[in-house]
Structures are given as structure tokens and as C-alpha cells.
């Protein structure tokens, strides 16, 4: 499928943001589904996935202030709240291996 990430943007700290991620077509319950960040000069990392269709996991640095999730249909959300001026980098999500085109955060006051 081809996924299409959104909601990127400069924001403050403390501050709260949510990405989206539209896929062409329906993200099945058992899908792989998860969101990475890369930052200037720093290797990907991940952010959150789920595996299956299982319980999500997160990175230590974002646990307690991201959630992913996705509606019924075709679109996976990343709400990002407390946000840091760590936390800024390109986003990207990803559905079984497709990857979105990323979208930036940037955590700044």
C-alpha cells in the first residue's frame, strides 16, 4: 500500500502534536504497523509498533507521551503530547514494509 504521513510541524515544548498516516487501502487488524524518527545526523529509530496486531510498544524516551493507534479504516495516528526539543526529527510510519514519505516535528520555543 502507499502511505501518506501528515501532521508535522514546529511546536513548542510541553506542547502536543498528532501525525497521521493515510494508507491507499485498508490496514488489516493483523498488520505490522509503527512509527520511526530520524533526527539530522542521527541513525532511524523507532518510535512505536505493533506487531500483528498486538499491544503496542514504545521506546523508552517517548513511553507515557505517544500513542499510536488507528481507526477502522486506513489511517494510523501517532498523538505525541510533552513534547521535547529531542523529539524533533522526520517521522515516518510504516505498514508491513511500506514506508510513508515522512513528515517533520520540530520541538522548539
Known amino acids: 500500500v502507499q502511505l501518506q504521513a501528515s501532521g508535522g510541524g514546529l511546536v513548542q515544548p510541553g506542547g502536543s502534536l498528532t501525525l497521521s498516516c493515510a494508507a491507499s487501502?485498508?490496514?488489516?487488524?493483523?498488520?505490522?504497523m509503527g512509527w520511526y524518527r530520524q533526527a539530522p545526523g542521527r541513525p532511524r529509530e523507532l518510535v512505536a509498533i505493533?506487531?500483528?496486531?498486538?499491544?503496542t510498544n514504545y521506546a523508552d524516551s517517548v513511553k507515557g507521551r505517544f500513542t499510536m493507534s488507528k481507526d477502522n479504516a486506513n489511517t494510523l495516528y501517532l498523538q505525541m503530547n510533552s513534547l521535547k526539543p529531542e523529539d524533533t526529527a522526520v517521522y515516518y510510519c510504516s505498514i508491513n514494509s511500506d514506508w510513508g514519505q515522512g513528515t517533520l516535528v520540530t520541538v522548539s520555543s
Open positions: 505493533s506487531i500483528s496486531g498486538g499491544s
Open positions: 487501502g485498508s490496514i488489516f487488524n493483523f498488520a505490522d
